[in-house]
């Protein structure tokens, strides 16, 4: 199974001289991406499961700020949280810091997310991907989820304390929001590798 990403088509389009390829992936790290969630960042759009390219590892993680976030399939009348969250810190062979915090944001408007305009209530600043060096390709996942209109989405006080060993999905059960509605990934390592 780990070639079945071989046969995937890439989707992602990027600018001149950057080339993204999903070939490689595992059957489960292909699949993640579900629901039409599309990333963009200033070189490279990704609107697929895939592996960074090696010309955009340091930028991803030393230049480039958040992506835009688009869900064209939005409900313009709902309310979302977007969630980007590492399950492979410090390794995906020793994932002992697992579902690392790299962004929260709640209460991002439907019609925003549709036009790529996430704005919303950050409960977590974005940090860049920036897996160590010798610990190979780490996922990024983003996850989208509906939230009730009625809740108002906050971390503890002990979820604010560490960015590591978060639990992504009990924090979205807490609050009763629905999904996840559409999530992404994409797979890279340290620059210097």
């Known amino acids: 199974m780990i070639f079945a990403g071989f046969f995937l088509c890439v989707v992602a389009s990027l600018s001149p001289g950057l080339t993204a390829h999903s070939e490689g992936l595992s059957g489960e790290d292909a699949a993640f991406c579900r629901g039409g969630l599309a990333l963009s960042y200033p070189d490279l759009d990704i609107n697929t499961c895939m592996f960074i390219p090696q010309e955009a590892r340091e930028k991803i993680s030393r230049e480039w700020g958040p992506p835009k976030v688009q869900l064209a399939t939005a409900d313009e009348k709902k309310k979302y949280t977007l969630i980007l969250v590492d399950p492979d810190a ?5 994932p002992t810091r697992s579902y690392w915090r790299h962004w929260v944001v709640v209460d991002i408007e439907g019609k925003g997310l549709r036009a790529g305009d996430v704005k919303g209530s950050v409960l ?27 809740q108002v989405l906050t ?37 210097k590798d």
């Open 124 to 150: 977590s600043d974005y940090t860049r991907p920036t897996p160590p060096q010798h610990t190979g390709f780490h996922r990024y996942q983003f996850l989208l989820y509906e939230q009730p209109t009625d």
């Open 90 to 94: 410090p390794s995906r062979t020793n």
């Open 155 to 191: 971390l503890s006080e002990q979820e604010k304390k560490s960015l590591g060993n978060w639990d992504p999905q009990a924090f979205v059960q807490k609050f009763g929001c629905d999904g996840p509605v559409a999530s992404l990934q994409f797979l890279t390592q340290n620059h």
